[in-house]
C-alpha cells in the first residue's frame, strides 16, 4: 500500500519560513521512490487546488509563478522524502498543502494526473 504523510505545518508569520516534509512508504516507494515525480499542491478556502511546486524524478523542478524565488522544492530518495522550503510567507500563502506522486520523469502540473496523495496540511500565515 502507498501513502504520503505531510509533516510541518503550522501558523506563521508574514515574512517567516516554513518547510514542509513529505514522507512516501508503503510498497510501492519500496527501493523506487526516485522513480517518482513529487508535487505540492494548496487549496485555500473556496478556492481551486492549485498547482505549487513540483520535482521529477531526474531533480528537475519548477514553480508557480506566485511562490517562484520564494519556495524551494526538493528530494532525499534514501529516505523516501521530499520537502517544500517556504520563505518570505504571505497571507495569501495560507492553504492546505498536500503533496503528490506519479511515476515518470517529466513535469506534470494536473491533480488528475497524480496517482498518489496525502492527507494534507494546513498553513496559516498570519499576523
Known amino acids: 500500500q502507498a501513502r504520503l504523510v505531510e509533516f510541518g505545518g503550522g501558523l506563521a508569520q508574514p515574512g517567516d519560513s516554513l518547510t514542509l516534509s513529505c514522507l512516501a512508504s508503503g510498497r510501492t516507494f519500496e527501493n523506487s521512490f526516485s522513480k517518482y515525480a513529487v508535487a505540492w499542491f494548496r487549496q485555500a478556502p473556496g478556492k481551486e487546488r492549485e498547482f505549487v511546486a513540483t520535482i521529477t524524478s531526474g531533480d528537475r523542478t519548477t514553480y508557480s509563478d506566485s511562490v517562484k524565488r520564494r519556495f524551494t522544492i526538493s528530494r532525499h530518495n534514501p529516505s523516501n522524502m521530499a520537502y517544500l522550503q517556504m520563505s518570505s510567507l504571505k497571507p495569501e500563502d495560507s492553504a492546505n498543502y498536500s503533496c503528490?506522486?506519479?511515476?515518470?520523469?517529466?513535469?506534470?502540473?494536473?491533480?488528475?494526473?497524480?496517482?498518489?496523495w496525502g492527507q494534507g496540511i494546513q498553513v496559516t500565515v498570519s499576523s
Open positions: 503528490a506522486a506519479k511515476e515518470g520523469s517529466n513535469f506534470y502540473f494536473n491533480t488528475a494526473q497524480y496517482d498518489y
